[in-house]
């Protein structure tokens, strides 16, 4: 649905986006992850036909976003980092609006501002001026704004952006109902929204693309290893020794500080072996104290602090 | 077209929303009333003291008062066009509404276009307004409405030079209050542009002589309609939306 090929951005001499390449498949909710200044906005903003890329192709729903660039607004929700909202106008004629700019006909306008309105849960607002709404609001009737004509294909930049525990919640709810019908791209700093409601996730850092996998896969990837922490009773250096001559056990760590009795292990693991019940049944067979034992998967934060602090 | 028309009905929703449309209507009228009221107080003292004198030269009265006021209407209008277009593009790109605009289907010439005849339509309603001032006069005399027709139209098409530039410049800042200086300053410049005419000679005279922006209007409030000007305006005009429409498609490139 989305295909960008060796897509850059050269801004004053400075590369901002720098050979990216993805696709993004239709139906899928890909998240495009990255410090502040990473290359993201610059990213979509290519992507909406805002503004052309330096270098390489970028393809929606088979059109070129340079050459055929009115075929692709037509098939695209948008919604800017700022929500461009008129101030001055009400969130109802708002909405009639923007309808009207992206060519919805004049008979279904009425109804499709109403399921919009419905969708994003602006029913109490209406006929309130968008520029006395709070933020929450204003990004609500953002996203109401970029699903007018049902886009194939929704960008949305930092859609969860200022607002509270319960509007992130909301919004990444319908983001994901979304998804049955739309191909969403949405960018983001914050990290589980991305595992929340992505199937896919490319990294990003200074306009390159760093990563590109399922949020588990990245973090399985990342760690290059299966962890596993146990929490043993017994002789600190005998338990390490035996732990480590199991097959299959690539390192193992003990915690420190230890406590009296116990010491807690991180074992590190070959990639897709299962050592769990191996582990269990060598602690209790020495007599010793098995008291905990879990797999560790590593968070996307660590994935996304590893990659980013690589260089 | 569908295009054209919701952005034109945006726009002027958005004038007369903004104090801007009642400020601008507000001093035009009141300017107008009180030129028209000097301009007639004017020609009565002047013929008050002809009639001293003894001698009666004939005075058309409402054409002495009418060629008045559009003069001064033009001067008004050099200070209330760049209000009617600071806004046109400045004010979308610090909203960030200029990305929703340029992200839609809608192209730059058609953005371009809906602001321009919004900003067009609201001159006809300052100049509509401005006929309240000169409605007494058929009430009281018998004016010739011709040169009056021919009067207005030259002021439309002077003003739509002026709305053209003022477009153009909106698209180069994102602040309004700069977008007013610099139209104005513009504006002022190809006004007075003529003082200089009179210390040049030869074809430089006539080269600033015919870029005046004001000496293309005289012939029209005298009622005389001459091609020539209708060119000069019109070119005026489509050289400000021409370098409007390159500057929107540049600041794309830009970003």
């Not at chain 1, 306009?207 to 596993?228: F, N, S, W, Y």
């Not at chain 1, 991180?266 to 034992?293: F, H, I, N, P, Y």
């Not at chain 2, 007369?16 to 400020?23: E, I």
Request: glycine share 8%; aromatic share 10%; hydrophobic share 45%.
């Amino acid at each position: 649905m989305i295909e960008v090929e060796h897509v850059s951005k050269v801004y004053n001499g400075r590369r901002a986006v720098d050979d990216i390449s993805f696709r993004v498949e239709k139906g899928e909710v890909l998240g495009f992850l990255g410090p502040n200044g990473a290359g993201k906005t610059t990213t979509m903003r290519i992507l909406t036909c805002y503004m052309p890329s330096t270098e390489g192709t970028a393809r929606i729903a088979g059109y070129d976003v340079f050459e055929d660039s009115i075929e692709v607004r037509r098939r695209i929700g948008y919604l800017p980092e700022n929500p461009p909202l008129y101030m001055e106008m009400t969130v109802e004629s708002y909405l009639d609006f923007v309808a009207r700019i992206k060519g919805v006909r004049p008979r279904q306008r009425k109804s499709q501002v109403n399921d919009v309105i419905e969708k994003c849960n602006l029913g109490d607002v209406r006929s309130r001026i968008t520029g006395k709404l709070s933020k929450g609001y204003k990004q609500r009737v953002g996203l109401a704004q970029a699903l007018l004509n049902n886009p194939e294909v929704l960008i949305l930049d930092e859609p969860t952006l200022g607002l509270d525990p319960k509007q992130i919640y909301d919004i990444r709810t319908l983001i994901k109902g979304l998804a049955e019908n739309h191909t969403v791209i949405l960018s983001t700093h914050i990290l589980p929204e991305v595992s929340m409601t992505c199937n896919r996730v490319v990294i990003i850092n200074k306009g390159k693309v760093v990563a590109m996998d399922t949020p588990d896969g990245l973090a399985r990837q990342m760690a290059g290893a299966e962890r596993v922490s146990l929490t043993v009773e017994g002789p600190a250096d005998v338990v390490r020794d035996k732990l480590a001559s199991i097959d299959g056990v690539l390192n193992v760590q003990a915690s420190d500080p230890a406590t009296e009795t116990s010491t807690t292990y991180t074992v590190e693991c070959k990639l897709g072996s299962d050592l769990r019940s191996t582990l269990a049944a060598a602690v209790v067979t020495q007599g010793w104290g098995l008291l905990d034992l879990h797999g560790v998967s590593m968070s996307l934060e660590d994935v996304f602090i590893n990659l980013i602090t690589k260089e | 077209m569908q295009n054209i028309l919701a952005i034109w009905q945006r726009e002027m929703k958005s004038y007369f929303v903004s104090p801007v449309a009642y400020v601008v209507l507000t001093i035009f009228l009141f300017l107008c009333g009180l030129f028209f009221f000097g301009g007639l107080a004017q020609l009565v003292q002047i013929s008050i003291s002809q009639a001293q004198m003894g001698g009666q030269i004939p005075i058309d009265v409402p054409r002495e008062v009418t060629s008045y006021l559009f003069r001064t209407m033009a001067l008004i209008l050099l200070f209330l066009v760049p209000m009617l277009t600071m806004g046109l593009f400045s004010e979308e790109k610090k909203r960030g509404t200029i990305e929703l605009l340029l992200t839609t289907p809608v192209g730059n010439s058609q953005a371009l276009a809906g602001k321009y005849l919004a900003s067009l339509t609201f001159l006809v309603v300052l100049f509509a307004a401005s006929a309240i001032t000169i409605l007494p006069l058929f009430v009281y005399s018998q004016p010739d409405w011709k040169p009056i027709l021919s009067g207005y139209f030259g002021m439309f098409l002077y003003g739509a030079a002026l709305l053209a530039l003022g477009l153009f410049i909106s698209t180069l800042t994102e602040n309004q209050i700069i977008a007013v200086f610099i139209t104005f300053g513009v504006s002022l410049v190809l006004w007075v542009i003529a003082l200089a005419g009179e210390w040049a000679v030869g074809s430089a005279r006539s080269i600033i002589e015919y870029l005046s922006v004001i000496g293309h209007l005289d012939d029209f409030i005298k009622g005389v309609i001459d091609t020539s000007h209708i060119i000069y305006y019109v070119t005026f005009a489509f050289v400000g939306l021409f370098l409007a429409y390159r500057s929107l498609e540049s600041m794309r490139w830009k970003g």
